[in-house]
């Protein structure tokens, strides 16, 4: 009977063993799955991640190449008396594209106007181009485009024209001699060129 006993026994010890060594390998198979798919999902979201970055960067160097290809630069500022109060009431600002990849539109362009006494904005004329006619008071215009000899949209600054913007000042914010002022053009694009100057003494 002891015999049996024993023996009885050790097939359950036996049996056992064997039952908790096929639970662990399949433990073992659930935890390796789980893994895989876990790393799986982990690569998605990082290659997703990357693609993304990869397409902003791109569009943050394309937005770059576009605005610094576009930019307009000031070459002269010239000044034209107002015959009636003797003090400066238009201003020249001659501009031109040294390197345009797309040209510049001059209908989105900006233009503010700063002295110690205040500061305003300066609206577009309408038409903003008119054939050598000065814009309002207030107001700026197109006075020259050479871009229009070859027969291109007189609102469009190309690479290796220039265009004279007219600035025609407020009344009561005209310049005398040793007066500073301010302009601030903001670019199709949005680059800001500040224009700081001290007006002369005309003959």
């Not at 893994?35 to 770059?64: D, E, P």
Request: charge should be neutral; aromatic fraction near 8%; include cysteine.
């Amino acid at each position: 009977m002891r015999r049996r006993t024993q023996k009885t026994k050790n097939r359950k010890i036996c049996r056992e063993s064997r039952s908790s060594e096929g639970f662990t390998g399949l433990e073992a198979a659930i935890v390796l799955l789980s893994f895989i798919v876990v790393t799986a999902v982990f690569s998605y979201v990082i290659l997703g991640s990357g693609f993304h970055t990869v397409q902003k960067s791109q569009a943050v160097i394309y937005s770059a190449l576009e605005q610094s290809s576009s930019s307009m630069l000031v070459d002269e500022v010239m000044y034209i008396r107002n015959s009636t109060s003797g003090n400066i009431g238009m201003i020249r600002i001659y501009m031109r594209s040294p390197h345009s990849l797309v040209p510049g539109d001059l209908s989105k362009m900006t233009m503010s106007y700063a002295t110690p006494k205040g500061y305003c904005t300066i609206e577009q004329d309408s038409p903003l181009y008119d054939n050598g006619n000065p814009p309002a008071a207030g107001k700026w215009n197109i006075y020259k485009n050479t871009g229009t000899d070859s027969g291109t949209d007189p609102t469009l600054l190309y690479n290796g024209d220039y265009v004279i913007v007219l600035v025609h000042l407020p009344v009561d914010r005209e310049l005398k001699p040793g007066d500073e002022y301010w302009i601030e053009v903001v670019q199709p694009l949005g680059l800001s060129m500040l224009i700081s100057k001290t007006a002369p003494s005309l003959p």
